[in-house]
């Protein structure tokens, strides 16, 4: 991701056109897109005008692009042995929630991922308020808790590990999803981080 | 007994440790960083666990990463391969505190040789020649007279700590009178800690290890040496064996003196002691490798013995199984570190995409590498990419099928330093056995690619 950039270099202007093209922006664009995103099958979508970013990220766990430990090639043999991966089972069917919804409401979902290798233990139970820092569950090493923390301010909406289960460094374990339904930022094109345009995925 | 190995290592040592699990019938599960999802060692594992970010100290030098990742995998020994923890007593100790069988030396073993300086007292004492130096130096007067002793050229060394940090070597009393104090505020930097000792510089020495393996009953066995001459800037870039500079009786004799005075000192595994040898074929011992080596398959061509395999055997508790007269050398093997790094920019390491790739083949030659068509090289680690292995029934047979074998090798996307293999091969101080550890430095790597297409 790239570095948010300060917003207090910008003169009142710029922050004016910037409103504006924002306003423009989720009036006659996200109804378009949400539309887009549902009858594509995409997971995500993401749409750049002037010196601003759009991004819709389909709410479906399956779509979620950090890698999951049966993202991991496998040769050999013995393939398909490894019992305690977790098979993501993409469902490009799957209605994007924003569809039912109003217009603009695609909530926000970001995966949190386990910091350590260890035993998996639960703090948080599902629909549960979190703030940004807050731990939601642990990860037990060698006997001490290495804690998961909620990234975002937002709403517990899936632990994916159970109590006891053995996760892998970098594994995700829980779904928090943002009040914010729309995501924007103010990257310009031209300096954007690699990957951020490529998200797309089914 | 041993059922299920967790490998903590990455890269063609991993993949070693791997097949030898295999052919013993342990299952194995491969310690992953981020960096290494997409290896090959992680992707053929029974299983594969991430234990951290690329950053080597929170994966591969994280203890409790790896303790952890061995207990949640059902695992009861971790082998560590080379490098990272390899030779860390306190590791060694804390795997064997959560029940796990630590793949190697004993922590107590590693313990004893941890420090040079100690280790070559105690295996002084048991026999070994070790380089003529001095003990602890006092004032100048006593450094002057230490000197005389031992005959210049000296090397000033702190007697804490390594890699070159308080270490010069001087040629005349008037040197050394200049570097003493400047060797003192390094060492006193570097290690917190000012003590220097002598050692006699040996101008154009030859580097020759022997291989040993000693089961926990005391009994031993030496698997002969290697000759790790060719090297830059310490490190290692060709071994072979037998060793061209040494006669068949010396060869016999220093591997003979090596062997008993590691079991008289206690060592257990396997491990290798290595030795500068000079102009007129003395050999003194320097240190001691607690762990298996980079080089280990020159060996194992010759002998036919799987070393790592037998690293299991022994940490598992098992006797040797075989006896001196078990352990033939037969032939001569050359191996050739293929490193991701570019001879003509003074081998500045490097990574990227591998392309293209072809692993030579055919009678007398292996390839042991973690490399493959669409791997990417992390920029995170060690630059090694594999070690290509020929074995002849003589020295000119080997040199023909590492010719041959090289012409094969093809690894595009990513620059090796398979020239400098190439032109070694038809260097005239390489045919005739007569490389010393410094020639390439003296030389300069790019100065002997062009004498060497020159030829």
């Known amino acids: 991701m790239p570095e948010p950039r300060p917003t207090g270099d910008r003169t009142p202007a710029q922050r004016r056109a910037d409103h504006a093209s924002l306003a423009q922006l989720s009036e006659s664009l996200v109804p378009a897109l949400v539309q887009k995103l549902s009858s594509s099958g995409l997971g995500e979508l993401e749409v750049r005008e002037g010196d601003w970013r759009i991004r819709l990220r389909r709410s479906n766990p399956a779509a979620a692009s950090a890698p999951r430990r049966a993202d991991r090639p496998r040769l050999g043999s013995h393939a398909d042995r490894e019992g305690r991966g977790r098979e993501t089972t993409p469902t490009a069917s799957g209605a994007s929630q924003a569809q039912a919804g109003a217009a603009p409401a695609v909530p926000r979902r970001t995966m949190v991922t386990s910091p350590a290798v260890g035993v998996f233990r639960p703090d948080v139970k599902p629909g549960a308020r979190v703030r940004s820092g807050d731990r939601i569950a642990s990860v037990d090493l060698l006997g001490i808790g290495q804690d998961v923390i909620s990234p975002i301010d937002g709403t517990l909406v899936e632990v994916l590990a159970g109590a006891g289960d053995v996760v892998e460094y970098g594994e995700e374990v829980a779904a928090v999803e943002s009040d914010v339904t729309v995501e924007t930022d103010d990257a310009p094109a031209a300096d954007d981080a690699p990957g951020a345009g490529g998200e797309a995925s089914a | ?455």
């Open chain 2, 1 to 455: 007994m041993i059922s299920r190995v967790l490998i903590a290592n990455r890269g063609e040592i991993a993949l070693r440790i791997l097949r030898a699990c295999r052919t013993l019938g342990i299952e194995a599960v491969v310690a992953y960083s981020e960096a290494d999802r997409r290896s090959l060692p992680a992707m053929l594992a029974d299983e594969a666990i991430c234990i951290g970010p690329a950053d080597a100290r929170r994966s591969y030098l994280s203890a409790p990463a790896l303790i952890s990742a061995a207990l949640v995998t059902g695992c009861d020994a971790v082998h560590p391969g080379y490098g990272f923890l390899s030779e860390d007593d306190a590791f060694a100790e804390a795997v064997r505190a959560h029940g796990l069988t630590f793949i190697g030396p004993p922590a107590n073993v590693l313990e004893r040789f941890a420090s040079k300086e100690e280790t070559r007292r105690l295996l002084a004492n048991h026999g070994l020649p070790t380089i003529p130096g001095s003990g602890l130096l006092g004032d100048e007067a006593h450094a002057l007279e230490e000197a005389e002793r031992i005959g210049y050229p000296v090397l000033v060394k702190p007697s804490a700590g390594g890699g070159g940090k308080g270490m010069r070597m001087v040629r005349s009393p008037r040197e050394l009178a200049a570097v003493l104090p400047i060797c003192r505020s390094e060492a006193r930097a570097a290690f917190g800690d000012d003590s220097l000792y002598l050692e006699r510089w040996l101008e154009d020495n030859r580097h020759v290890e022997v291989q040993v393996a000693v089961d926990r009953f005391g009994h031993g066995v030496h698997l002969w040496e290697r000759d790790c001459s060719v090297q830059r800037r310490h490190q290692k870039i060709l071994e072979e064996s037998p060793s061209p500079a040494m006669s068949a009786a010396g060869r016999r004799e220093l591997s003979e003196r090596a062997i008993r005075a590691v079991v008289a000192a206690g060592y257990e595994n396997v491990g290798t002691l290595e030795f500068l040898v000079d102009n007129d074929g003395n050999a003194y011992f320097i240190e001691i490798n607690c762990r298996i080596q980079v080089e280990h398959p020159v060996t194992e061509m010759l002998t036919g013995i799987d070393l790592v395999a037998t690293q299991i055997r022994i940490a598992a508790g098992e006797p040797l199984g075989f006896t001196q007269e078990d352990v033939p050398q037969r032939g001569h093997a050359i191996e050739f570190r293929i490193n991701a790094e570019d001879p003509e920019h003074d081998f500045r390491p490097g990574a990227g995409t591998i392309e293209r790739f072809n692993a030579p083949g055919g009678p007398g030659v292996r390839f042991d590498t973690h490399a493959y068509a669409g791997y990417e090289v992390p920029p995170f680690y060690d630059s090694l990419l594999g070690k290509l292995v020929v074995w002849g029934a003589t020295r000119e047979a080997a040199i023909a099928r590492g010719h041959a074998a090289l012409n094969e090798l093809v690894i595009e996307g990513v620059v090796t330093n398979a020239e400098i293999h190439r032109a070694l091969l038809v260097s005239e101080p390489f045919l005739a056995g007569k490389f010393t550890t410094n020639l390439l430095d003296r030389v300069g790597g790019a100065a002997f690619l062009a004498g060497a297409v020159r030829t």
